[in-house]
């Protein structure tokens, strides 16, 4: 039989873990990707574990078709909106929703890190003064796990991390293939050729490695890092790693959790470069400096806008915003196997399975063994 099963159940090993999980004294805090996935994730943890479920919708990220159709299907979903700032890291926001939760356990599923800046702040667990409903964390992208390694979160709360997980790299795979495939449509619309375009990665992460697998067509694929290891790993991939090639792209595309496209590195672009993100956050780009200093601009697509510089024009794609949610980024039933990763996260905290150290917990080998078998009964 095709592996495809195009009628069948998109996520079933989810729905095989969900229903032997009893999680009905319990909450389920999801700060999450808003597309439909994660919400069907969330919905499986609602009806086959009985969890409480609160779906609290990521900024850059959230697709109102889909946070529709969770709420039809009786997803709990408190939207923070598309500021960081003044939702998800403001404080006394999650503060908030987690002292209206009452007496139940909590475990915490995040994406990038946000209780970090609030919640869960340094001093606050230092000080003790957390809300003790909270049993443990499950922390989801590699700028999340930076965050709660340098918070030290798992000396004092049980946080388990997938971000550096080899299945993680199933994900990655899919976003640089979404960011090649949005950024070819949109070309497309304008009668220009991807595969003729000059590419500069900038970080050369999980994503970062991906994303140039996925443009190895175009013209030239270069890399940029600050990191010497990660250049000579790229270098040893059969990619360019100049400096100067910054200045002769015409695309640019940046992954690295960080500020990485500054005032300084703009000037140094050509003349109708365009700029990427495919970072999880609308920070990779320095676009106040864009929409303050030009003298001119011009929305030319739905998904780029133009920014006119003294003689230079820049082109930014999608606000800066990551370009693989310019549509479908994940299918189901590869988010399948990192859900399940999840729930495996979750469950070892629930049995006492955790260490209080510096470095995040992870899942066994044994585990991630388990899934795989999973993986292969459903799709051969």
């Known amino acids: 039989m095709s592996s495809l099963k195009l009628e069948e159940e998109s996520m079933p090993i989810i729905k095989e873990i969900t229903q032997e999980i009893d999680l009905s004294n319990k909450t389920i805090l999801m700060i999450q990707h808003g ?59 999650l503060e908030e929703i987690i002292e209206s939760l009452g007496d139940k356990e909590i475990i915490i599923v995040e994406v990038g890190g946000i209780t970090t800046q609030n919640l869960l ?52 795979k899919h976003v640089g293939a979404a960011v090649y495939r949005s950024l070819d449509q949109v070309l497309h619309e304008l009668d220009r050729a991807i595969i003729d375009c000059k590419i500069t990665m900038v970080g050369y992460g999980m994503i970062g490695k991906n994303v140039c697998e996925a443009f190895k067509t175009c013209k030239k694929v270069s890399v940029y890092d600050i990191d010497k290891k990660k250049l000579k790993e790229a270098k ?60 001119d601009t011009k929305e030319i697509h739905e998904f780029i806008k133009r920014y006119t510089i003294g003689k230079k024009k820049i082109y930014l794609f999608r ?44 899942v066994s080998g044994d585990d991630r063994k388990s899934i795989l078998k999973m993986h292969k009964k459903y799709w051969n």
């Open 121 to 172: 702040k340094k001093e606050i667990l230092e000080k003790g003064s957390q809300n003790k409903n909270i049993k443990g964390i499950v922390e989801i992208t590699t700028f999340g796990h930076k965050r709660h390694e340098v918070n030290k979160t798992n000396l004092y709360i049980p946080t388990y991390s997938i971000a550096r997980s080899p299945i993680k790299e199933r994900e990655a």
């Open 319 to 362: 606000e800066g915003k990551n370009a693989n949610f310019a549509g479908d980024s994940c299918p189901s039933n590869s988010m399948d196997l990192i859900h399940a990763e999840t729930l495996y996260c979750i469950k070892n905290i629930l049995d006492g399975n955790f260490e209080f150290k510096k470095e995040l917990n992870e």
């Open 35 to 93: 597309v439909k996935d994660a919400i069907d994730f969330a919905l499986s943890l609602k009806n086959n574990s009985k969890a409480e479920v609160i779906f609290l919708p990521k900024p850059f990220s959230q697709k109102p078709e889909d946070l529709e159709y969770g709420e039809q299907s009786g997803l709990t979903i408190e939207n923070p909106g598309d500021n960081y700032e003044e939702g998800l890291e403001k404080d006394g926001y």
């Open 236 to 295: 040893n991939n059969g990619y360019d790693i100049g400096k100067n090639d910054i200045g002769k792209s015409d695309i640019i595309i940046a992954s690295t959790g960080e500020r990485s496209i500054d005032e300084d590195f703009i000037k140094k672009c050509k003349d109708g470069v365009l700029l990427v993100s495919a970072g999880s956050r609308q920070n990779e780009i320095d676009v106040e400096y864009l929409e303050k200093s030009s003298e």
